[in-house]
């Protein structure tokens, strides 16, 4: 069908092929649809056994209170803070999965789609909506499922690269006009700031980054401002490239993937974001699956990956995860860009972290918490960086990396990680 033919309707309205005993993927991250959210809430009265498939997803994810019990299951291929308890509860599952996977658990249908709820910009004069700032698994997930249900929104910004979706391909449809989420930017701490420097530290000009979302990052990024020829190849990335891009500080020039552009899976922060990516052939937005490819990644040079973690053990051992058997986050993409950068001629793998929690444990540990979840393993990781220093661990023997690690520990922990370290490692 046509652009012209293509007709809104009410949520009710839209949501009617959903039945019992679907598989449902809700779009995530800012182009969570609210819209198709609120009229899936308040159809549960006719529906059971419905699994809800998503990553994160902004707001209050209604859908996964206990009222709605044996209404609907959340799979959770990310676990966002409004999911967490749903999930250490038992109401809601969680799937421990590198990103770069998750598409051909669709694509090859060990997770069988039967609807995609998904938010897209309006279409162009040819017909064609974009996934807009996030295409990342959703490409997959509209290539995948039996039944389209899109939220047109009138504010969300037209994408270049894989996320094109023809009206054709629609089956039902909303209209809204409303903001995209936005979180809220807030002050650097002095301690954030010193690892973004010593983060900054490690990047050499010419680099290809990765990096996530947060307080880190946005340190790690403000501190480059001196840098030239940096490149972006990234799963995600939020407001603090634009000001790079502006100063001439990344160009991608040097770049072997998509020379002279920038390369992600999705993107989350302020309108000026927003506005920057809208029809912007700078910015490519690509499937995941392609994004986060260890074999992709590394064709760029001098990767170099900025991830983050929970709690890093004495032997290197990374929990990004979990917080002990609590579920707090995902596995994400952090090994699939840790390998990624590795294997890249002048790569560097980082994780960084503070030294302590805000209650002053220290996160440099003799050992992880039990139940927790390892993420990237000990041979796999390289620096870890924290606001006292850089510990590289590549190549080092377990004593050499527990005395690295312990130098980067906050001081108020290290003699009892040094008592610690010799019971740990003995006979090792």
């Not at 270049?160 to 023809?166: A, F, K, S």
């Not at 596995?331 to 030294?355: C, H, N, T, W, Y």
């Amino acid at each position: 069908m046509s652009w012209k033919k293509l007709t809104f309707l009410s949520p009710e309205e839209a949501l009617s092929p959903l039945q019992s005993g679907h598989n449902v993927f809700i779009h995530g991250t800012s182009a969570t649809p609210f819209g198709l959210i609120e009229g899936l809430v308040a159809q549960a009265s006719r529906l059971q056994n419905v699994t809800l498939h998503h990553l994160h997803v902004e707001g209050e994810a209604p859908y996964a209170q206990p009222a709605f019990a044996g209404i609907f299951r959340v799979n959770n291929l990310f676990t966002g803070g409004n999911l967490r308890r749903a999930v250490n509860e038992g109401r809601a599952d969680y799937v421990p999965i590198f990103l770069s996977e998750i598409p051909y658990l669709f694509r090859r249908r060990i997770i069988p789609l039967d609807v995609a709820l998904v938010q897209v910009s309006p279409p162009d004069k040819n017909g064609f909506c974009t996934l807009g700032t996030s295409v990342d698994v959703a490409v997959a997930a509209t290539q995948s499922a039996k039944i389209i249900i899109a939220e047109v929104n009138h504010q969300m910004p037209r994408s270049h690269g894989d996320g094109t979706l023809h009206v054709s391909k629609i089956h039902k449809a909303i209209e809204v006009d409303r903001p995209l989420p936005s979180p809220a930017s807030l002050a650097l701490s002095e301690v954030e700031l010193k690892i973004g420097q010593f983060v900054a530290g490690l990047v050499e000009d010419g680099a290809t980054l990765q990096m996530g979302i947060g307080a880190i990052p946005d340190a790690s990024l403000a501190a480059l401002v001196h840098h030239r020829g940096l490149g972006i190849h990234t799963e995600m990335f939020s407001d603090g490239v634009i000001d790079l891009v502006e100063r001439g500080v990344i160009t991608n020039e040097h770049k072997a993937g998509h020379p002279g552009h920038i390369v992600a899976g999705f993107v989350v922060g302020s309108r000026n974001l927003y506005d920057f990516v809208d029809d912007n052939p700078l910015v490519r937005m690509l499937d995941i699956a392609y994004v986060n490819d260890t074999h992709t990644i590394r064709q760029n040079p001098k990767v170099t990956a900025i991830n983050s973690a929970i709690e890093v053990d004495l032997t290197g051992q990374v929990c990004a995860d979990s917080i002990g058997t609590s579920i707090y986050s995902g596995v994400g993409g952090q090994m699939d860009f840790i390998r990624g950068a590795s294997l890249s001629e002048g790569g560097k793998p980082i994780i960084a972290l503070p030294s302590v929690t805000s209650k002053g444990e220290s996160r440099i540990v003799t050992y992880l918490h039990p139940g927790a979840g390892v993420v990237t393993t000990r041979a796999h990781v390289h620096y870890i960086v924290t606001e006292y220093g850089v510990a590289n661990l590549y190549g080092q023997n377990l004593r050499q990396r527990a005395k690295a690690l312990i130098e980067i520990a906050h001081p108020n922990h290290r003699e009892r990680l040094e008592k610690e370290c010799y019971a740990c490692l003995k006979g090792q």
